[in-house]
């Protein structure tokens, strides 16, 4: 078969790769549906995290089950599957608390930019969905393997409740998924920060009430004009830079939170600065398995639409140019099509 390695900044390769098997009586292997690439592909597609050697690329995915290995119970050939990109038992105490993707037994499943697909541990990773959906519902579906599940993780550990106001900082497919999941969990006031028409477009649409243009502390300062001074009952921290993270911090409230799942880079903080706003920090990469049935139940009864952030389609072949416009913001989220 043939698949995306990357090999060094901006140079992704479609290329010949041993086909997926079975290795461990607990695999399953799955023929990938759609796929996509995700905002976090872009730190090593341009060198900001390096590269030391060609590297199988992918980790959201969904597909029909080909095969499974013999000790595997719950999931069967010909089952339409969606799972986390960190494979869990889902049985261990990490788990059972909610936090599958810190599982004693995780393992990162990240060569999903392929046609076939082995996931370890398809019990504890793999859910099903009631019937193998039409193809108008996979872009949906597929949203649930990474990019939703983190969206909506990001509003559950920023403790977003009936009635309140929350920012989203990030205007990336995970924050704009961020503000349709808090709009679900009945936030009342959402503050997108996004200076991108299309997205602000996007935002408006998934529930945003009032957009931001203003970035750093000019955009905590209109945060706060918008709150009576005092900032937001919650901040979705989207981005993972310095200057978003202290952006989300610095616009949330006294007793708020921020829920951050913008995979950090070169982000520190100062422990006395953080001591005196009196704010939670929570995130982390997503528990996504812990919200799949959930979400599965949500999008195939027409709730939410989450596949909307894809806004370029292409086979999968072309999968570099799906990286560059990403890369130079032409697309917010690029669907890729064995
Ligand atoms: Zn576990």
Not at 14 to 20: A, D, L, S
Not at 240 to 252: C, F, K, P, V
Request: hydrophobic share 40%.
């Amino acid at each position: 078969m043939r698949g995306a390695v990357l090999y060094g900044p901006r140079d992704v390769r479609f290329e010949e790769r041993e086909t997926p098997k079975v290795i461990k009586p607990t695999d399953a292997i799955i023929r990938i549906s759609a796929t996509c690439v995700c905002g976090s592909d872009l730190w090593p597609y341009r060198g900001i995290q390096p590269v030391a050697q060609p590297t199988p690329m992918g980790h959201e995915y969904c597909g029909i089950v080909e095969e499974v290995g013999s000790a595997v119970k719950s999931v069967k050939p010909g089952q339409f599957v969606i799972g986390s990109f960190f494979a869990s038992d889902n049985t261990c105490p990490i788990c059972q608390i909610g936090y599958q993707s810190s599982c004693q037994h995780a393992e990162f499943v990240g060569t999903a930019q392929a046609p076939v697909l082995r996931v370890p541990l398809a019990d504890g990773t793999l859910v099903p969905t009631p019937e193998v959906p039409s193809q108008d519902l996979v872009p949906n579906l597929l949203t649930l393997s990474d990019v939703m599940g983190t969206g909506w993780f990001a509003a559950d550990a920023a403790n977003v409740r009936p009635g309140s106001t929350i920012a989203v900082v990030g205007d990336g497919a995970v924050g704009l998924l961020g503000i349709l999941s808090a709009k679900q969990m009945g936030a009342e006031r959402i503050i997108a920060m996004s200076s991108h028409k299309s997205r602000q477009k996007l935002a408006l649409e998934f529930g945003a009430t009032d957009i931001v243009t203003e970035r750093a502390d000019e955009g905590v300062a209109r945060i706060k004009q918008l709150t009576n001074g005092i900032g937001a009952d919650a901040v979705l921290e989207c981005v993972g830079t310095q200057e978003s993270m202290m952006q989300a911090i610095h616009s949330t409230r006294p007793g708020g939170s921020v829920g951050y799942v913008g995979v950090p880079h070169g982000v520190e903080l100062n422990g006395e600065e953080l001591f005196y706003t009196h704010v939670h920090l929570h995130g982390g990469p997503a528990p996504v398995r812990r919200f799949l049935p959930e979400l599965i139940d949500l999008v195939w009864n027409g709730k939410i639409n989450p596949g909307k952030v894809f806004d370029l389609t292409l086979p999968l072949d072309q999968v570099a140019e799906g990286y560059c416009a990403m890369d130079e913001r032409r697309a917010i989220k690029t669907l890729l099509r064995p």
